[in-house]
T-cell receptor, first 116, second 109 residues
Framework: GAVVSQHPSRVICKSGTSVKIECRSL??????MFWYRQFPKQSLMLMATSNEGSKATYEQGVEKDKFLINHASLTLSTLTVTSAHPEDSSFYICSARPGTPGETQYFGPGTRLLVL | GQNIDQPTEMTATEGAIVQINCTYQTSGFNGLFWYQQHAGEAPTFLSYNVLDGLEEKGRFSSFLSRSKGYSYLLLKELQMKDSASYLCAVMDSNYQLIWGAGTKLIIKP
């Protein structure tokens, strides 16, 4: 149980385009979903926390107009990187938490974004 | 500020035992997590400790001392596939996960 999928797993795009990444909880309802970014050989960096049906809470330094998050249902959250630039190239990982705040997060397999 | 410390890298021999330490200073405590992350992949959950003591799960065990702000992950009978980064994360009073930088474990034959 507690499977989280992410799509696409890898994407290459041109600078200036927008990229949408989907995160789905397959066998549970995720009240809260998290979006992380990880640069090579660095730890996970939380970008934003989203609760179903409400606006995402962004971490300091993360541009909410650039990284659009939509958590439309209890099983789906999307992250759209708008007007992507080469410095946005990174490994984007989502995680989902089933219910109460003290429960663990289950991670999706990640999306590797390369902006040319 | 909030801080999680763990060694950057460790090396161990196949079949041996290794202990990865984690110390933390956070605003509140709602549990400590260990995750395994293979290169190029997302983290996978290993263990969760919220009370003091040792939690054993197969070849992996995790220990917590809340008074010392200290945890360790113990890996026994090491296998080559255990080569990965091991991330320590603490859930603070706001139920946010505070992440350590990870310990890269290298297993040698």
């Amino acid at each position: 149980g507690a499977v989280v999928s992410q799509h696409p797993s890898r994407v290459i795009c041109k600078s200036g385009t927008s990229v949408k990444i989907e995160c789905r909880s397959l066998d549970f309802q995720a009240t809260t979903m998290f979006w992380y970014r990880q640069f090579p050989k660095q730890s996970l960096m939380l970008m934003a926390t989203s609760n179903e049906g409400s606006k995402a809470t962004y971490e300091q330094g993360v541009e909410k107009d650039k990284f659009l998050i939509n958590h439309a249902s209890l099983t789906l959250s999307t992250l759209t990187v708008t007007s992507a630039h080469p410095e946005d190239s990174s490994f984007y990982i989502c995680s989902a938490r089933p219910g109460t705040p003290g429960e663990t997060q289950y991670f999706g397999p990640g999306t590797r974004l390369l902006v040319l | 500020g909030q801080n999680i410390d763990q060694p950057t890298e460790m090396t161990a021999t196949e079949g041996a035992i290794v202990q990865i330490n984690c110390t933390y200073q956070t605003s509140g405590f709602n549990g400590l997590f260990w995750y395994q992350q293979h290169a190029g992949e997302a983290p996978t959950f290993l263990s969760y400790n919220v009370l003091d003591g040792l939690e054993e799960k197969g070849r992996f065990s995790s220990f917590l001392s809340r008074s010392k702000g200290y945890s360790y992950l113990l890996l026994k009978e090491l296998q080559m596939k255990d080569s990965a980064s091991y991330l320590c994360a603490v859930m603070d009073s706001n139920y946010q996960l505070i992440w350590g930088a990870g310990t890269k474990l290298i297993i040698k034959p």
